[in-house]
């Protein structure tokens, strides 16, 4: 057997995955609470431990880890024009697998300063202007930074013709500090690889040490990634395929946690119907959006708040017995409903989010009158005709009708603005594998693809 250690460091749960290369078969998951605040492998060897031992022990050809520990990757960004660069920034940051805690555009104020210093981000992302554009900004920003009363790692993307100098001003007080290629070479065109590639580094390089996960790294081969982009990665492959494997096509995951709740869409999204006309900045590929005040435990007051009164008429429940639930999940954030009113707060919890979380991800569409008649204007994708939405996530995992769940996703004749998908197929990641078949990726990317591909099952 050639057994495969894959490992996921989550905010909540350590989640383990062995499987057997040889055959293509999972040998077995688990997963125990996540021990940051004391040694990280405490429970990774908790989890690991509930999965059955070979006589002859484990003899892993392969082990590899991602992470959204202590918090995950969190970053903030700034650029110049909010709609443009700063928007380049921000899903350049999202691509990485970041945790984006604020976008900052144009000139940084005093008060943006101290949100940078409360804050602390592990990374700071420095944009502005295209090149051959505005460089006033960018360097203006970088002096700004340099007199933070803090040392950070910064990745600067902006106007190549003053990215050199940014960085220099930088290193008075930051380090690391990289350059990377603008992520917005020319008005309306996004080049975000670099800098995801640039985050991405400083964080094996630097951000796994800070937070204490160096420990593991004793144990593991490393840690690859932040555990979003492992799924994001993953739902490339999947889509995608590999070599004469083939992919499921055009897809979008949904992956409902603790703390956030992110949507990955792998997918076109150009208009499905005539005569409508695209607006804003091009969309990704393969794209990604994480909304922290949607997730099910640590974040779930916001939820709630989030929701408004659909939460309380989709239960039929007053305000009383929603508080009641919620102070069960903020006492104990890894508790598990023990009885069926608890499940059914928790379904429809799971529901809110799912459908608040795909709302932001989708594109919209709206009518302008012209004095030539009606037009149609598109700005962001639409999913409309996407055929595949797959879920993965605690909740859904553990209740017995995560299909209702996962409808939460479906377009809603009551807010036709919003191009949500309409006629699916609903998947599940049943033994919770994306994380880990994104980091299998890196290594055996066709075996990761069939393996996704028996495990991930239709509802």
């Given amino acids: 057997m050639q057994a495969v250690l894959l490992i996921d460091f989550g905010s909540t749960y350590t989640k383990v995955t062995v499987v057997d290369l ?41 082990k590899l880890a991602c992470s959204s520990a202590a918090g995950g990757l969190k970053m903030m960004a700034s650029g110049l024009v909010k709609e443009l660069t700063a928007e380049a920034a921000r899903r350049a940051a999202l691509g990485a697998g970041a ?9 940084l104020t005093a008060q943006d300063l101290e949100k940078i210093i409360a804050a602390k981000p592990d990374i700071f992302l420095l944009a502005g202007g295209t090149d051959g554009g505005n ?17 950070l790692p910064v990745v600067v993307a902006g106007n190549k013709a003053a990215a050199v100098q940014a960085a220099d001003l930088l290193r008075q007080r930051h380090a690391p500090v990289v350059v990377a290629d603008n992520v917005m070479p020319d008005l309306g065109v996004l080049a975000v690889d670099s800098a995801r590639m640039a ?47 083939r992919g499921l096509g055009e897809l979008m995951i949904v992956d409902v946690g603790g703390a956030t709740t992110d949507v990955h869409s792998i997918a076109k999204g150009d208009p ?29 007051e916001a939820l709630v708040e989030a929701s408004g009164r659909r939460l309380y008429d989709y239960l039929g429940w007053t305000d009383e017995q929603v508080a009641s639930q919620l102070g069960l999940f903020k006492e104990n954030p890894w508790r598990i409903p023990q009885t069926e009113e608890e499940a059914e707060f928790d379904a429809a919890m799971g529901r809110m989010a799912v459908g608040l979380a795909v709302d932001r991800h989708v594109g919209t569409i709206e009518v302008i009158y012209t004095p030539f008649g009606a037009t149609y204007v598109q700005r962001g994708k639409d999913l409309t ?13 553990h209740h017995p009708n995560a299909l209702k769940i996962l409808k939460g ?20 990641d049943k033994d919770y594998i994306l994380a880990a078949m994104g980091l299998l990726r890196e290594v055996a990317p066709q075996a990761a693809l069939r393996m996704m591909k028996k495990y991930v099952v239709e509802l």
Avoid: C
């Fill in 99 to 107: 945790r984006l805690l604020e976008v900052f555009s144009y000139e």
């Fill in 199 to 245: 985050i991405r580094d400083i964080f094996l390089s630097h951000i796994v040490h800070a937070k204490g996960l160096d420990k593991a790294e004793e144990f593991l081969e490393r840690i690859m990634m932040p555990t979003p982009a492992a799924v994001l990665s993953a739902a490339e492959l999947l889509a995608e395929g590999s070599g004469s494997e």
């Fill in 409 to 428: 996703s479906l377009f809603d004749s009551a807010e036709p603005t919003l191009l949500k998908p309409q006629k699916p197929r609903f998947y599940l």
């Fill in 385 to 397: 005709p996407l055929p595949v939405v797959i879920g993965t996530g605690g909740v859904l995992l």
């Fill in 135 to 151: 460089k006033e900004i960018l360097l203006k920003n970088a002096e700004l930074l340099s007199t933070l009363p803090i040392s």
């Fill in 22 to 62: 040889d055959s293509e078969e999972i040998v077995g998951t688990a997963r125990a609470g996540t021990t940051i605040e004391t040694n990280i492998m405490d429970g990774l060897n908790k989890a690991l431990a509930e999965i059955p031992e070979p006589s002859g022990g484990w003899n892993f050809v392969r």
């Fill in 272 to 300: 499905s119907k005539p005569s409508v006309t695209l607006k804003g900045l091009p969309e990704p590929f393969a794209k990604r959006t994480v909304e922290g005040d949607l997730g099910m435990r640590y974040s779930s």
